[in-house]
T-cell receptor
């Protein structure tokens, strides 16, 4: 059981370049999230999804876009990377109906370390 | 002011000590309170959760919620070097959007 898998694990981008981060989960979870983690800031929610085909903005959505075309995948896109987007990005998922787990128990991937120069 | 405040530490204690980690919050609507543990270069993992007020115990870990003071705590008994990690508190109302503390880095010295 792989859980939540993020690709890539590391990436260096030049300012203005674009990229897509992929998150895949095999737990049949309904909800998926993208967070960024910066020193002293904790986890900040970028975008989230409550089901296939749905997306919503979180706390810090500017400069990012997301898509959830399949239930198991959640993509995070950076259209024009900026140095302020240098961070560690975490994908998480939660809630499977009938699992007995509460919807707030989130399972996290290993993170993607992104540096924008 | 942040909705959830957590001292970033680091907190350094000798092996075997009792550790107390805390968070304060401002939103009285929070009902679910969680503690996540994050090892270096890993994603957070759920350690304990509590609904509303009261205590919950799981092995060496005890989570405590005081809604009247808007204060939550995590106690670790007989601390081990393997407990060295960053501990993040998280809380939410009745939905799925978690509000996170900044995390406290804990170091257990052998």
């Amino acid at each position: 059981n792989a859980g939540v898998t993020q690709t890539p694990k590391f990436r260096v981008l030049k300012t203005g370049q674009s990229m897509t981060l992929l998150c895949a989960q095999d737990m049949n979870h309904e909800y998926m999230y993208w967070y960024r983690q910066d020193p002293g800031m904790g986890l900040r929610l970028i975008h989230y999804s409550v089901g296939e085909g749905t997306t919503a903005k979180g706390e810090v959505p500017d400069g990012y876009n997301v898509s959830r075309l399949k239930k198991q995948n959640f993509l995070l896109g950076l259209e024009s990377a900026a140095p302020s987007q240098t961070s560690v990005y975490f994908c998480a998922s939660s809630y499977s109906a009938g699992s007995g787990k509460m919807n707030t128990e989130a399972f996290f991937g290993q993170g993607t370390r992104l540096t924008v120069v | 002011q942040k909705e959830v405040e957590q001292d970033p530490g680091p907190l350094s204690v000798p092996e075997g000590a009792i550790v107390s980690l805390n968070c304060t919050y401002s939103n009285s609507a929070f009902q679910y309170f969680m503690w996540y543990r994050q090892y270096s270069r890993k994603g957070p993992e759920l350690l304990m959760y509590t609904y509303s007020s009261g205590n919950k115990e799981d092995g060496r870990f005890t989570a405590q919620v005081d809604k009247s003071s808007k204060y939550i705590s995590l106690f670790i008994r007989d601390s081990q070097p393997s407990d060295s990690a960053t501990y993040l508190c998280a809380m939410t109302t009745s939905n799925y959007q978690l509000i996170w503390g900044a995390g406290t880095k804990l170091i257990i010295k052998p």
